[in-house]
């Protein structure tokens, strides 16, 4: 079974710092590698994704590096703001398109 | 448009008992998905229903089903409901085939007591 490795557990970020969440993959036969945000009392909401024919994708303060070899991702949040404190998912499919395995979350928080 | 909808929000009850929960998709997805999140095991697949058939399972017992409409709204169940089935149930929607693009609800809050 897929297993999905995500790192920090949780992170604090000043104001306009950045903020680095990675992610660990086993395999996976589909190339599509999305970031999910969840704010309490919410369902994840698509942040960012990837298709791994490009090694970064960017989306205004939002970055997704990827590196297919070692089978890692990252999401990287520039000028963090306070906004931006909620959990962050990445995910994986598993066995088929709509199947996704998520990561255990990272809950970020951004201080003043 | 409108968003992934759930209903109810919050579910309280029994063990032993059972209960359905709703979910209507994005106009034009067909492609429903349902996920269980908990603060122990975080968010894992149920199923996903496409054109009303069942296309992909997780790993968790019989006692949970659902099925899709032809109008694309579906419903899980769960039966003999146990402590353990408290959880945040999460539906996600998309238009299927090849689009990754999925959309969740808010989700049905499910306590068992």
């Known amino acids: 079974q897929q297993q999905v490795k995500q790192s920090p557990q949780s992170l604090i970020v000043q104001k306009g710092g950045i903020s680095i969440i990675n992610c660990a993959y086993e395999?996976?036969?589909?190339?599509?590698f999305p970031w999910y945000q969840q704010f309490p009392g919410k369902g994840p909401a698509l942040l960012i994704a990837?298709?791994?024919?490009?090694s970064e994708k960017k989306e205004g303060r939002f970055t997704i590096s990827f590196n297919k070899s070692a089978k890692q991702f990252s999401l990287h949040i520039m000028d963090s703001q306070p906004g931006d404190s909620a959990t962050y998912f990445c995910?994986?499919?598993?066995?088929?398109?709509?199947?996704?395995?998520f990561g255990t979350g990272t809950r970020l928080q951004v201080t003043l | 448009k409108a968003g992934v909808t759930q209903t109810p929000r919050y579910l309280i009850k029994t063990r032993g008992q059972q209960v359905t929960l709703s979910c209507s998709p994005i106009?034009?997805?067909?492609?429903v998905s349902w996920y269980q999140q908990t603060p122990g095991q975080g968010l894992q697949f149920l199923f996903e229903?496409?054109?009303?058939?069942?296309?992909n399972k997780g790993n968790f017992p019989g006692r949970f089903s659902g099925r899709q409409f032809s109008n694309s709204r579906s419903e899980m169940n769960v039966s003999t409901l146990e402590l353990g089935d408290s959880a945040l149930y999460l539906c996600?929607?998309?238009?299927?085939?090849?689009?990754?693009?999925?959309?969740f609800g808010s989700g049905t809050r499910l306590t068992v007591v």
């Open positions: 106009s034009g997805h067909r492609s």
């Open positions: 995910a994986v499919p598993a066995g088929t398109a709509s199947k996704l395995t």
């Open positions: 395999n996976t036969a589909f190339d599509y």
């Open positions: 229903y496409f054109s009303e058939t069942q296309r």
């Open positions: 996600a929607s998309s238009f299927g085939g090849e689009n990754y693009g999925y959309t």
């Open positions: 990837i298709r791994p024919d490009v």
